[in-house]
């Protein structure tokens, strides 16, 4: 009977059943007054329970009228003969019930018996719904036969004031006894949470909310019963049992329902049961409170790494915040750990399998690895056998990936700290997993731009398209088509895109430093230029000023004192624009400060000590400290001057005569010329052929460097024994002497001779330098040559990617943001600009607008640049589209193979003859216009055609999890791959949407779809067979799937997008150091994002097969063999059904059978095809 149907029958009552409410509370008193003694009253709290219960409006009886006690088979099964036999009515069966007579009827065997009479009739009156009976049961019984924990949680389900009256007779309500969940709630020993709870034990409010978890019950009913009981009950123990069953908006609910504290227990509870959304939410809510206790947090972490391979990346992202509290023992036994996990050869004991981004998984293991060394240097063995298996295990499976799109998502895939795979690979100089074709594709297309780049800046010019028009293959009219007024011709689509486009140049790395290299060459081939001509002009200067001084013709004295100040002005002229270009240098630094900044808003890393920010502050001093001696000491009485004669004469007195800071001026100069130079060379890095070349120059000058240790040593040692033994040589009088004498004889300049003048050791002399130079000349050097050699052949197989690694570490400082990109995306001294917009944008949470407007400004002097070039180019052109104008219409004029008249094709060529360049100029104004519609284009083609994200509906994903989940629960460690996907076929009903597709919708199908929409969840099979295939594990003679590594890889996939987003909050709170409010709103995972995709683009990048046949790669071992087809997708059913199906088609679907074999096209490129012996 319904539920329902009992609450709405208000006929019966439980006050006139004959066992009266005084009797009852009678029989309660005195077992009450048992227990707790005289203390017990009888108006106390069990009354009005029991009164809540009678009152509740709940029908007792059977809608057929009988009594329920009448129906129960149960009592018929009593060994000793039935209960009718012995009870000859029911109404004495009450009163029995109701004395206890049957507790004390018997001897103790049959009383055994008799209880387990009653437990079968409890349970039947609960399966059947027999109220009337279950409450006399109760209100009879309960102080004798106790039930296990899912029968109350059954009585709650049928009535709420049925569990109440149970806590009244079991006495919970008032004076509760320790709970049961409490007993077992202890962190020494981790296994005694799973001891079995026996059916005797005395349950409270926390058992029955653990049963309520445990049988799945929804949020709204849990935090229905915590709110009644709230009040009068400790809920620590809810909220930790919440956290152990992984409850995120539950605990989330009853947390700030309930205006909870924070207790580090529940942190604990978190870690040690995979609950890692919780933590951080714990972290969100509590973050005062949670910061000073997370010292605490670690033993649970670390136990939890060793207890389960799941969420190792979330759980290294805590652990890395941590690190200051580890010891030298704990931070010994994670090492351990990890690297037995590692070479365990069962794939359920490896933490590798049960990463859904392998890449990102070991970036961020060789990260908390090497922190740890960086605190304990004895740890350095574990960590480069840890480091040694991840790089070769890691390489090897990105190797094996083919599909440049895979690679994308993988590289591309956040971290719970917002670094992908790219960021930690250049972060930490992981080279060895860099070296794949793919990944340099990828570099690239990072490096120039996601946009489909081939056109030049002149794409818009036609004066270029006439010149390099090819007349022979391509018979047209030029005239015509070229014409200013042909806009058909001037339509965007008909360009193609160049680097300096707006919507380019602001996300391309490439442009932007191709312009500062462009800017610092001018630069520095400017400032050079001037600098030598002021160097020439000041050598002038001073010998005309010496031959001054000793003529004495006053004529020629005249003549050379004009062009003594001749020449001083032109030093001084020169000197000027030194000083003026010296102004820009002095923006360098400003460079530095906006790619901190933006570092810092965009939260990504930021290297200060870099070889380009120490050369750019070398270049700021030198210019400030020449600066200070220019307006100090230079300009002295400079204002005073009549003319420009005075004032280079007056200059050049300041430098040269009278301050004495002439030299101090060439050193200056020569550190400012150095260092700019070296800063052109360094932006040789990011070319593809130079890049790699520079990279081996900075590694070979470390080997020489530490080559130079030895050899300096043996230097100082051989000079030290000249000067004592030679001193009375000229070459070795003293110890400078003797070194610079030694260091010529190892280039090769040495004499014997040179000991002759030695009166005691002429002879010991010829064995010295004989000795040293065997030891330098043919030992060091050669060393040093060999040296050398075996690292560049050790660089020259890594050239790729070291070039790769160079544009990763600019990637960090110069991608694009559409929030604050624009503060590093200009050169100095334009970059002022960006300095003053640099507060708003670090100030306004999603300054997009700013940073757009900053863009603009940006783009102001490129684009004057751009034009100017342009005219220039144009200008070239015209003269050689005019000529080759004429040549095209001539030889149009006399060929048959141009359509129109021959009076029209001679007519054109008279036209061109006497009005091309006037035509030409026309063109050119409209191609100017077309020129900047162009450099504003929006509507961009990208590089290629974009690939869509492929993805799983959450239907699917919801059946694909349930599968695994139940295989797991059941005990299954693995399962055959084909027991997977045929099931699942079935549900996906493949079958009927291949029928669908090719013949439309058959009237025997109840539920119609259309042929789009059957063609979409064909293509959903397909893709759902690739990553069920890819997440399969080589064995014996099949591909298994272990539900135990499927769980936990969909469960954080699941846990994702939470987690994103509570690391984000909490980065907040770090931020602003105050606490920020949680959103009361819990986004649910499975939802849709901002595109309407569903969040399971990880699924894609999912390969367990290629991870397996790394790591057994990397253990040398070969357990793939044979390489056939194992994935048969779509294909196999349409030719298992070839003769029912394809024998009948008709002529009009050919569509529906192309669109069929691009699916199973699709099928055989996306998966790879693999045989692992005959299948059973």
């Not at 009950?233 to 069953?245: A, G, P, T, Y």
């Not at 500062?516 to 001018?522: R, S, T, W, Y």
């Not at 900053?854 to 751009?866: D, N, T």
Request: one cysteine or more; a negative charge; hydrophobic letters at 40%.
């Amino acid at each position: 009977m319904d539920k329902e149907e009992d609450k709405s029958n208000p006929s019966t009552d439980l006050r006139n059943e004959n066992t009266t409410k005084e009797a009852m509370n009678n029989n309660n008193a005195n077992f009450m007054g048992n227990v707790y003694g005289d203390k017990w009253d009888n108006d106390s709290k069990e009354n009005s329970l029991i009164d809540e219960a009678n009152n509740s409006g709940n029908s007792w009886e059977h809608a057929d009228g009988k009594s329920e006690i009448d129906k129960l088979s149960a009592f018929n099964e009593y060994p000793g003969g039935t209960l009718q036999e012995k009870f000859k009515d029911v109404e004495e069966v009450k009163n029995d019930f109701s004395n206890g007579q049957l507790d004390t009827a018997d001897s103790p065997s049959n009383r055994k018996s008799k209880q387990e009479v009653l437990k079968k009739a409890i349970n039947e009156c609960i399966e059947k719904e027999y109220l009337k009976g279950l409450a006399e049961m109760i209100r009879t019984e309960s102080n004798n036969i106790m039930l296990p924990k899912s029968e109350y949680l059954r009585i709650y389900q049928l009535d709420e004031s049925l569990l109440h009256l149970c806590y009244a007779k079991s006495l919970r309500i008032d004076r509760p006894k320790m709970s049961v969940f409490r007993t077992i709630l202890t962190y020494s020993d981790l296994e005694s949470k799973t001891v079995k709870i026996n059916d005797d034990t005395i349950l409270n409010h926390d058992d029955i909310i653990d049963v309520m978890l445990e049988s799945n019950q929804v949020d709204n009913e849990v935090l229905n019963y915590i709110r009644k009981i709230r009040k009068k009950w400790d809920l620590e123990n809810i909220v930790s049992l919440c956290i152990m069953k992984q409850r995120y908006t539950l605990t989330h609910s009853v947390l700030k329902e309930c205006k909870l504290p924070f207790k580090a227990i529940y942190a604990k509870i978190g870690i040690e049961f995979d609950a890692i959304d919780i933590v951080y939410l714990l972290r969100c809510m509590y973050p005062e409170s949670s910061i000073k206790m997370e010292k605490s947090y670690l033993p649970s972490l670390l136990l939890s790494f060793q207890r389960s391979n799941t969420f190792w990346l979330a759980k290294l992202s805590m652990l890395k915040s941590l690190v200051d509290h580890t010891n030298y023992i704990k931070a010994e036994s994670f090492l351990l750990y990890t690297l037995r996990s590692l070479e365990k050869d069962d794939v359920t004991q490896n933490p590798m399998y049960y990463a859904p981004n392998v890449l990102l998984f070991t970036c961020n293991l060789i990260e908390v690895c090497r922190i740890l060394v960086s605190k304990y240097n004895f740890l350095g063995a574990y960590t480069e056998k840890i480091e040694s298996i991840l790089i070769k295990s890691t390489a090897s499976f990105i190797e094996d990936i083919e599909d440049e799109f895979q690679l994308r998502e993988l590289v591309f895939e956040k971290d719970y700290e917002n670094r992908d795979s790219l960021d930690l690979l250049s972060k930490h100089n992981i080279v060895d997993i860099m070296n794949n074709k793919n990944m340099e594709k990828i570099a690239l297309e990072l490096w120039t731009s996601q946009y489909d780049v081939k056109g030049s800046l002149f794409t818009t010019s036609s004066a270029l398209k006439i010149v390099a028009y090819d007349s022979f293959n391509k018979p047209r009219d030029i005239l015509k088509d070229f014409f200013c007024f042909n806009w058909e011709y001037r339509t965007m689509d008909n360009f193609d895109h160049h680097l300096y486009q707006f919507e380019v140049w602001k996300t391309s790395m490439m442009a932007k430093f191709i312009t500062e290299g462009l800017f610092l060459a001018i630069l520095t081939i400017i400032f050079q230029y001037y600098l030598m001509e002021a160097t020439q002009a000041a050598t002038a200067v001073q010998s005309t000023f010496s031959s001054y001084s000793g003529e004495s013709d006053p004529t020629t004295m005249q003549t050379k004192f004009e062009t003594f100040e001749s020449q001083s002005v032109v030093y001084y002229n020169n000197m000027q624009i030194t000083i003026y270009l010296g102004y820009i240098a002095l923006t360098f630094p400003i460079r530095i400060l906006l790619t901190m900044a933006f570092a810092k808003k965009s939260k990504r890393y930021f290297e200060f000590f870099s070889v380009a920010n120490i050369l750019d502050i070398c270049i700021f001093s030198v210019f400030i400290i020449r600066l200070y001696l220019e307006f100090k000491y230079y300009t002295d009485g400079l204002n005073n001057a009549r003319d420009s004669d005075e004032r280079g004469r007056m200059y050049y007195d300041n430098v040269f005569r009278d301050t004495g800071f002439s030299d101090y001026l060439d050193y200056l100069y020569s550190l400012a010329s150095a260092c700019l130079w070296l800063r052109i060379i360094l932006l040789f890095r990011l070319t593809r052929f130079l890049g790699p070349l520079v990279k081996m120059i900075q590694n070979m000058m470390q080997d020489i460097g530490i080559f130079m240790v030895l050899f300096i040593t043996q230097l100082i040692v051989f000079a030290c024994i000249g000067n004592l033994l030679f001193s009375d040589v000229t070459n070795y009088e003293d110890f400078y002497e003797a070194c610079k004498t030694l260091f010529d004889a190892t280039m090769g300049s040495y004499e014997f001779s040179a000991f002759d003048s030695s009166s005691k050791y002429n002879k010991i002399g010829h064995g010295y330098i004989v000795i040293y130079v065997i030891l330098n000349n043919i030992l060091l050097l050669n060393l040093l040559i060999a040296i050398l050699s075996s690292t560049y052949a050790l660089l020259e197989e890594k050239k790729l990617v070291l070039y790769i690694n160079e544009i990763l570490k600019l990637r960090s400082s110069s991608e694009y943001d559409k929030r604050c990109s624009a503060l590093v995306s200009t050169f100095p001294p334009w970059n002022l600009f960006a300095l003053f917009f640099t507060p708003a944008i670090m100030f306004q949470k999603n300054p997009k607008f700013l940073n757009l407007v900053l863009f603009h400004v940006e783009y102001l002097p490129i684009l004057v640049l751009l034009f100017v070039v342009y005219l220039i180019g144009n200008a070239i052109f015209i003269p050689l589209a005019y000529l080759k104008g004429i040549y095209v219409n001539l030889q149009q004029s006399w060929s048959n193979k141009v359509e129109g008249a021959l009076a029209y094709r001679w007519l054109r060529l008279f036209v061109w003859i006497f009005f091309g360049i006037f035509i030409l100029f026309l063109n050119l104004i409209a191609d100017c216009i077309v020129f900047f519609m162009h450099l504003y284009q929006n509507k961009m083609n990208y590089r290629k055609e974009q690939q869509k994200t492929k993805a799983i509906s959450v239907d699917t994903y919801n059946k694909i999890k349930e599968a695994f989940y139940v295989e797991h629960k059941n005990g299954r460690k693995k399962v055959c791959y084909d027991k997977v996907i045929l099931p699942m076929r079935e549900e996906m009903k493949v079958i009927e949407n291949i029928q669908v597709s090719i013949f439309g919708n058959s009237p025997l199908i109840e539920t119609e779809v259309s042929q789009d929409e059957a063609m979409g969840q064909l293509k959903e099979f397909v893709l759902v067979k690739r990553v069920l295939h890819a997440c399969c594990i080589p064995g014996d003679d099949d591909i298994f799937i272990y539900p135990e590594i499927m769980k936990s890889i969909l469960h954080e996939m699941k846990m994702s997008k939470t987690l994103f987003d509570l690391v984000k909050v909490w980065e907040e709170n770090q931020s602003v150091n105050k606490s920020i409010k949680v959103h009361d709103h819990v986004e649910k995972v499975g939802q849709n994002d901002a595109k309407n995709r569903p969040y399971l683009s990880k699924f894609y990048h999912i390969n367990l097969i290629s991870l397996f046949e790394a790591v057994e790669a990397s253990k040398d071992k070969n357990a793939l063999t044979d390489m056939a087809s194992i994935f048969r997708g779509v294909k196999e059913i349409v030719d298992n059904a070839k003769k029912d199906i394809i024998r009948n088609l008709k002529p009009d679907n050919s569509d529906s059978l192309k669109r069929i074999d691009s699916i199973m096209r699709e099928t055989r490129t996306v998966s790879k095809p693999m045989n692992f012996g005959r299948r059973t």
